[in-house]
């Protein structure tokens, strides 16, 4: 069974919600979680905030988070969740941000670099990835690691 088929077995079997915020994915974990079918039962729907006034006028996310960290961070991936979570009204928000490149890296904060974030009403965590390959790549692996996160995270909260 794939990540999102089990994803969605969890969500159902604990009544939970699930909303996404995505920036450099674009919409491919919204995508991959509603080729599911029955998806509608659990999840509400999700942002696509590819620029930072998406993510401050969307998510409210902080401009001042968005200043001193960037949006490619653990602080501004757990405000983009949390504002997803809380946008509509689901139980669990997840979110991504990061650098698929070609351009846009710095030595920092490298073409790559992704950040995932997880927000409930008691647990706000978030992880950091690496990727490498093209531009296209780097999307795919992100949207399946938001997955593998998500999946760990409520393994570890909820139990399977």
């Known amino acids: 069974m794939n990540t999102e088929k089990v994803i969605g077995v969890l969500l159902l079997q604990h009544k939970l919600t699930l909303a996404v915020a995505e920036s450099c994915t674009g919409g491919l974990v919204g995508n991959l979680i509603t080729n599911i079918?029955?998806?509608?039962?659990?999840?509400?729907?999700?942002?696509?905030?590819?620029?930072?006034?998406?993510?401050?006028?969307?998510?409210?996310?902080?401009?001042?988070?968005?200043?001193?960290?960037?949006?490619?961070?653990?602080?501004?991936?757990?405000?983009?969740?949390?504002?997803a979570r809380q946008g509509?009204?689901?139980?669990?928000?997840?979110?991504?941000?990061?650098?698929?490149?070609p351009d846009g890296g710095t030595s920092e904060k490298p073409v790559g670099l992704?950040?995932?974030?997880?927000?409930?009403?008691?647990?706000?965590?978030?992880?950091?990835?690496?990727?490498?390959?093209?531009?296209?790549?780097?999307?795919q692996q992100s949207a399946q690691q938001a997955l593998n996160f998500l999946h760990r995270t409520l393994i570890s909260q909820i139990g399977e």
């Open 37 to 83: 079918p029955g998806s509608s039962a659990y999840f509400l729907g999700g942002y696509i905030t590819y620029s930072n006034e998406a993510k401050v006028s969307l998510l409210d996310v902080s401009e001042m988070t968005l200043q001193k960290y960037g949006a490619v961070s653990k602080q501004t991936v757990l405000e983009m969740a949390f504002g």
């Open 88 to 101: 509509l009204n689901s139980d669990i928000g997840l979110s991504i941000s990061g650098i698929a490149g």
């Open 114 to 139: 992704v950040w995932v974030g997880f927000s409930t009403e008691n647990i706000q965590t978030a992880q950091e990835l690496n990727l490498r390959g093209n531009r296209l790549e780097i999307k």
